[in-house]
T-cell receptor, first 116, second 112 residues
Framework: GAVVSQHPSWVICKSGTSVKIECRSLDFQATTMFWYRQFPKQSLMLMATSNEGSKATYEQGVEKDKFLINHASLTLSTLTVTSAHPEDSSFYIC????????????FGQGTRLTVV | GNSVTQMEGPVTLSEEAFLTINCTYTATGYPSLFWYVQYPGEGLQLLLKATKADDKGSNKGFEATYRKETTSFHLEKGSVQVSDSAVYFCALKREYGNKLVFGAGTILRVKS
């Protein structure tokens, strides 16, 4: 199946700094990527949809200026958490959707962000 | 709207026990249904899927049947192993669009 590679798998940063998370589709082109946030013992919350060559679409309640999403090419989407605070600590997962209704999505390995 | 409801966990079983994790959905049209598994500290992996009514998805001993009459997609396994301990997510994909709608997830713990 298709492979989505997410990097880094974990990161610790200081409050006030910014962190970039990369999501690459290794063997296919992804015009769309979904970014999710997952709190401990909870389900995935869709944050935004990145679209190659255009602005990302954010879900209601997600701060666009806090979570910057860029989809620079057909194989790379990035999420930058700006001016991170401890409450931004979470598990972030990217996903490339299957293009048809009967095809599954492919997920990155996830990034554990800890802001201290 | 579209939604997925899963049984609450955690579910704790002994090795070789029978597993059922209930999943029901609400959706218009004809969605596809999926079960994903998440091991600690990792992303989600597709476990199985079914794309139309009465389809049975199966993988690694797990099975689920798409029941349109009861809007259900329950996950079953006849004999669980310790290595099956993970979080299981039921999800649907609407007939139009490519977003997944996830259930809350069910933690499974299997004791030896």
């Amino acid at each position: 199946g298709a492979v989505v590679s997410q990097h880094p798998s974990w990161v610790i940063c200081k409050s006030g700094t910014s962190v970039k998370i990369e999501c690459r589709s290794l063997d296919f082109q992804a015009t769309t990527m979904f970014w999710y946030r997952q709190f401990p013992k909870q389900s995935l919350m869709l944050m935004a949809t990145s679209n190659e060559g255009s602005k990302a679409t954010y879900e209601q309640g997600v701060e666009k200026d806090k979570f910057l999403i860029n989809h620079a090419s057909l194989t790379l989407s990035t999420l930058t958490v700006t001016s991170a605070h401890p409450e931004d600590s979470s598990f972030y997962i990217c996903s490339a959707p299957g293009v048809r209704v009967d095809t599954e999505a492919f997920f990155g390995q996830g990034t554990r962000l800890t802001v201290v | 709207g579209n939604s997925v409801t899963q049984m609450e966990g955690p579910v704790t079983l002994s090795e070789e026990a029978f597993l059922t994790i209930n999943c029901t959905y609400t959706a218009t049209g004809y969605p596809s249904l999926f079960w994903y598994v998440q091991y600690p500290g990792e992303g989600l992996q597709l476990l199985l899927k079914a794309t139309k009514a009465d389809d049975k998805g199966s993988n690694k001993g797990f099975e689920a049947t798409y029941r349109k009459e009861t809007t259900s997609f329950h996950l079953e396994k006849g004999s669980v192993q310790v290595s099956d301990s993970a979080v299981y997510f039921c999800a649907l994909k609407r007939e139009y669009g490519n977003k997944l709608v996830f259930g809350a997830g069910t933690i499974l713990r299997v004791k030896s």
